[in-house]
């Protein structure tokens, strides 16, 4: 039996994925990657930070408290900075309107998906439209989440803690022994 753990993640990570406007299909030239996982501790980041250079791309990371949690409790970024892999923990969804792409807001910026499918930054949205963009972004990514439950996405893979991507199992192969 697979947990379900894994097909409730998955459905979290495409829904956010495609409300932030990347293609649901691999790219030609692949900019960001999507995980999940329990939360995360110093060196389950530098590890993050590790498959980020392993794959050259930037990820988004959802966090789950626990395996049976509903949702997720945390959005993070590891975005490759000019000298460094950055882990940027507590990013807030935003979306200016109920059709526009959700964005991420992290500390004093702004980051979206461009034409390019590669993760850029802005200045933020006004302060008097947080609130009601980030009801707005999450009424949304929820009723994704919820469309898309139950879904069986393959090639995604499970990357064993501090191990590298190339002992990465496919989620298909893992099973509850219970």
């Given at each position: 039996?697979t947990h379900p753990y894994l097909a409730r993640s998955q459905?979290?990570?495409?829904?956010?994925?495609?409300?932030?406007?990347?293609?649901?299909?691999?790219?030609?030239?692949?900019?960001?990657?999507?995980?999940?996982?329990?939360?995360?501790?110093?060196?389950?980041?530098?590890?993050?930070?590790?498959?980020?250079?392993q794959t050259r791309t930037d990820m988004l990371h959802l966090?789950?408290?626990?395996?049976?949690?509903?949702?997720?409790?945390?959005?993070?970024?590891?975005?490759?900075?000019?000298?460094?892999?950055?882990?940027?923990?507590?990013?807030?969804?935003?979306?200016?309107?109920?059709?526009?792409?959700?964005?991420?807001?992290?500390?004093?910026?702004?980051?979206?998906?461009?034409?390019?499918?590669?993760?850029?930054?802005?200045?933020?949205?006004?302060?008097?439209?947080?609130?009601?963009?980030?009801?707005?972004?999450?009424?949304?990514?929820?009723?994704?989440?919820?469309?898309?439950?139950?879904?069986?996405?393959?090639?995604?893979?499970?990357?064993?803690?501090?191990?590298?991507?190339?002992?990465?199992?496919?989620?298909?192969?893992?099973?509850?022994?219970?």
């Open positions: 039996m459905a979290w990570a495409l829904a956010l994925r495609t409300l932030m406007g990347y293609p649901p299909h691999q790219p030609t030239r692949q900019t960001m990657s999507f995980c999940t996982s329990g939360p995360r501790d110093f060196a389950d980041i530098v590890h993050l930070t590790q498959l980020a250079t966090t789950f408290a626990e395996l049976d949690d509903p949702e997720p409790c945390l959005v993070s970024l590891v975005l490759h900075q000019p000298l460094c892999v950055e882990w940027m923990p507590g990013c807030q969804l935003y979306a200016a309107s109920e059709k526009a792409p959700v964005e991420l807001l992290q500390g004093e910026r702004r980051w979206c998906i461009d034409d390019r499918n590669q993760l850029v930054s802005d200045k933020l949205p006004p302060r008097h439209l947080l609130v009601r963009g980030e009801q707005i972004a999450w009424a949304r990514w929820r009723k994704a989440a919820a469309d898309m439950d139950g879904i069986e996405l393959t090639g995604n893979k499970f990357v064993p803690q501090g191990k590298p991507l190339a002992d990465a199992l496919p989620t298909e192969a893992i099973k509850v022994v219970g």
